[in-house]
Nanobody, 124 residues
Framework: QLQVVESGGGLVLAGGSLRLSCAAS????????MGWFRQAPGKERAFVAAISWSPGDVYYADSVKGRFTISGDNAKKTVFLQMNSLKPEDAAVYYC?????????????????WGQGTQVTVSS
């Protein structure tokens, strides 16, 4: 029903920045929530940030507040994650996910459509 594709990962020095992009395509509804999750080796998939457009709220994991910014366009099914002041602990595969409707959730299981992931590596 929905195809989700992430891009923008790469190798960056600690303290540097990356901007991740996500595009969803296919059958759509009027309202979606789009989010970012990450998974490091040996760790479970963890919530990073999400955005909805009714009322246009955003929410973040405590570990990235003040450093990461999520933005996008729900009508176009696009979302971005601006990552600043990156730390080695931010290194992971980052996944974009889409949930039907406006939700407030940090649980991966509440997001039904997922991208393939994009690798972010942070060196010290």
């Amino acid at each position: 029903q929905l195809q989700v594709v992430e891009s923008g990962g790469g190798l960056v020095l600690a303290g540097g920045s990356l901007r991740l992009s996500c595009a969803a395509s296919g059958r759509t509804f009027s309202y979606y929530t789009m989010g970012w999750f990450r998974q490091a080796p040996g760790k479970e998939r963890a919530f990073v940030a999400a955005i909805s457009w009714s009322p246009g709220d955003v929410y973040y994991a405590d570990s990235v507040k003040g450093r990461f910014t999520i933005s996008g366009d729900n009508a176009k099914k696009t979302v971005f994650l601006q990552m600043n002041s990156l730390k080695p602990e931010d290194a992971a595969v980052y996944y974009c996910a889409v949930a039907l409707g406006v939700i407030n959730s940090r649980a991966p299981t509440d997001f039904g459509s997922w991208g393939q992931g994009t690798q972010v590596t942070v060196s010290s």
